[in-house]
């Protein structure tokens, strides 16, 4: 078949565009302009003047990527992780602390706010940028060529595997594992049909998830014990998505408040301890919790909210639709010795009328939702008419969607904070104190 040519048309994806970059979006994006058009530039940050080509053309935005820097912010820094740029964990290692701080929370400040007036953000939640992560799960898989096992993280383009030796985002002991746990794994007999492997520093030491697609031999298992008691990690074996092989009689738990919250290694904790810890007082301290105040905590979790602020009301309900989770928070409660608190096993997702804790008087409200946000439960919240109201959000669209209900019904937003709980990367998470006038 002819095809035909004309010599006006060229390739766009060819061409180089010389940009400035004014902004970064929280994501780690360079953002600039062209002809009227935003460009979104992979690791290009504001002040840096680029030679970039254009991946991906949109009719109001582009992708592009750098083939030339032709200038340096002051703020950009050598990344700390030998794999930057490849793994697709970390997308901001390239930028300073200060600026990844000041994206985010110019970034949540325009979802919270007006048209063009951006809702200023009263503060930062912050903790150590390095060594944070007390939780990974790490992917295994047999490379055939080189008879070898890659352990790591997915890429940043695609699926496969970056074979990760250094993490410095994870914490310390965990990161101290990487090498002496792909030399145990790599020893195995079924080396070829491992899934994954879960890590999670609890207060009590590490621990280990480990996810095989075969059975495990009598000599496999005498590895895998060596391994663990050798090197202090309490093993977890899982032959199947549902079920949880513990070759360890101590629960793993984690301090919240002075509190001991005690967890399965599946449960969702936290994964940043320090923020997480801020967060919480941040929280109780916004709500001023009364010795009178009955409080209500939704998507409540094990307690990781509800315990503490059971030590300051008159009375605590949480509200949580994971069953394995309000069996948890029941069990925490009791070996706390929390007297005054009731966990309710609920999908907030139904009509939430109907369910038993909705006709009880609640003085003060937390959420914390997943991210979809809590649509199904903010009329009920106004209804309920409590006179301060936290919500704690990882995804600033639906906490923006979420807030127009509490804002139309006359509450105010007191104090707006960006939870740095993921430091290097776009994940932003925040909360919002209302106050009801």
């Known amino acids: 078949m002819a095809q035909f040519y004309s010599a006006k048309r060229r390739d766009t994806n060819r061409e180089l565009l010389t940009v400035t970059v004014n902004d970064l979006d929280p994501f780690g994006q360079g953002v600039a ?29 582009a992708q592009a990527e750098v083939k030339r820097r032709l200038s340096d912010s002051p703020e950009r820094v050598k990344p700390r992780c030998p794999h930057f740029g490849v793994c697709g964990g970390c997308q901001q290692q390239h930028a300073s602390i200060a600026l990844q701080q000041e994206a985010k929370s110019k970034a949540l400040g325009r979802m919270m706010g007006e048209r063009e007036l951006p809702r200023p953000v009263d503060e930062v939640i912050s903790g150590s940028p390095w060594g944070y992560r007390r939780r990974a799960r790490l992917g295994l898989n047999y490379h055939l060529r080189t008879q070898t096992l890659q352990m790591g993280f997915r890429k940043a383009s695609d699926k496969e595997l970056v074979d990760v030796h250094h993490c410095p985002v994870l914490a310390p002991p965990l990161e101290a594992l ?55 990690v309490a093993l977890y074996l899982a032959p199947d998505s549902d079920t949880l092989e513990p070759l360890t009689d101590e629960q793993p738990w984690y301090d919240s408040d002075g509190l001991r919250l005690c967890f399965s290694p599946r449960d969702f904790i936290q994964v940043n301890d320090e923020v997480n810890q801020l967060m919480v007082a941040r929280a109780i301290e916004w709500l001023d919790v009364q010795p009178g105040d009955r409080v209500l905590d939704l998507f409540c979790g094990m307690g990781n909210f509800t315990l503490p602020l059971a030590k300051r009301a008159a009375a605590v309900v949480g ?85 127009a209900a509490l804002l139309a019904a006359g509450y105010q937003i007191r104090q707006l904070a960006m939870l740095d709980m993921f430091p290097h990367t776009g994940h932003l998470e925040s909360m919002a104190l209302f106050e009801r006038n």
């Not at 990487?178 to 080396?191: A, D, F, G, T």
């Not at 879960?198 to 005498?222: I, Y």
């Not at 949580?320 to 928070?329: S, T």
């Not at 608190?341 to 009509?351: I, K, M, P, S, Y």
Request: with cysteine.
């Open 33 to 61: 302009r062209h002809k009227g058009k935003t460009l979104f530039i992979r690791a290009a940050l504001p002040g840096e003047q680029v030679e970039v080509r254009i991946t991906e053309d949109k009719r109001s935005y």
């Open 178 to 232: 990487l090498e002496p746990l792909r030399l145990c794994l790599s020893e195995l007999s079924i080396v070829k049909r491992l899934g994954h492997v879960e890590l999670v520093l609890a207060d009590n030491g590490p621990l280990m998830v480990l996810r095989h697609l075969a059975p495990l031999s009598a000599g496999d298992r005498q590895k895998l014990e060596q391994f663990s008691h050798s090197l202090g």
């Open 319 to 403: 509200v949580e639709g994971v069953a394995a989770l309000v069996e948890k928070g029941e069990y925490n409660a009791q070996r706390n010795s929390l007297k005054n608190v009731t966990f309710f096993h609920e999908n907030l997702e139904d009509d939430v009328t109907r369910q038993p804790w909705a006709a009880q008087g609640f003085t003060k409200i937390l959420l914390d939702p997943a991210r979809a946000g809590a649509p199904g439960v903010m009329q009920h919240i106004i209804k309920l008419a409590p006179s301060r109201v936290v919500y704690v959000s990882c995804n600033p669209t639906t906490l923006a969607r979420d807030s």
